[in-house]
């Protein structure tokens, strides 16, 4: 996908921001729209953004609210929320609502380009049948997965978790959306990490020191991306 051909939805009520975030965009190649308010975000919606650069301090809804909504309404739309709040909390609850990044302000441009560039990476390698990374091959028609081209055998459930970080590559998923996807609501988060460390001892040639299935301390879990 060539940057000609993406589209980037900034959502901030400051004019003073959404310019300057349109000014590096711009040079990058990408084509801009913006809103002022939640309202015309999701009016927006319809001209099918690539990403969404989303601040959540907005004057006509809270932040959670319009990224729950959005992402209710577009699944694919990769959506990167830029928050004053850097506390854990705070980026568990906007993953947990459908982000896929979350940036602290103040920040710099080159760091929210390469966020941008990632989250549409994202977006190819969650298309693609055969997900590589390193070693690393999952065939997701197949249900296979390989390192270094032996197979290696997982359980139903070993498989759907690995499944589901390759398909989110390296975004950080939460252990409440891991649990919510696998399992049920009453499962305890040590079953997830028992998963996690049999799964390690499969694919990774150190478990205790893994380079595939990268944990995000008192947040979740992230596989990491294809280069």
Excluded at 22 to 48: C, F, W
Excluded at 71 to 76: G, K, L, S, T, V
Excluded at 132 to 147: E, K, M, P, W
Aim: hydrophobic share 40%.
């Amino acid at each position: 996908m060539s940057t000609g051909s993406v589209k980037v939805l900034i959502v901030d009520d400051e004019p003073s921001i959404r310019k300057l975030l349109r000014m590096g965009l711009v040079t990058q190649g990408y084509e801009i729209l913006d809103a002022p308010n939640g309202k015309t975000a999701l009016q927006l919606l319809s001209h099918n953004p690539d990403v969404i650069l989303l601040d959540f301090g907005l004057p006509d809804m809270e932040g959670l609210d319009l990224l729950s909504m959005l992402r209710a309404q577009n699944e694919h739309v990769a959506i990167v929320v830029l928050s004053s709040r850097g506390d854990e909390t705070g980026k568990v609850e906007a993953l947990d609502c459908g982000a896929d990044d979350y940036i602290t302000e103040p920040f710099e441009m080159n760091e929210l380009l390469a966020r941008v560039r990632a989250a549409l990476r994202r977006q190819s390698h969650a298309e693609r049948p055969v997900f590589r990374v390193g070693d690393l091959s999952i065939d997701l028609v197949r249900r296979t997965v390989s390192v270094r081209d032996r197979k290696v055998p997982l359980s139903r459930k070993e498989y759907d978790l690995l499944r589901l970080l390759a398909q989110h590559a390296g975004k950080v998923l939460t252990q409440r959306f891991l649990l919510e996807k696998l399992w049920d609501r009453n499962t305890d988060a040590q079953q997830l990490r028992v998963y996690v460390r049999q799964l390690r001892q499969k694919i990774e040639d150190e478990p205790d020191r893994p380079e595939y299935i990268l944990t995000e301390t008192g947040i979740g879990y992230r596989l990491r991306a294809p280069d």
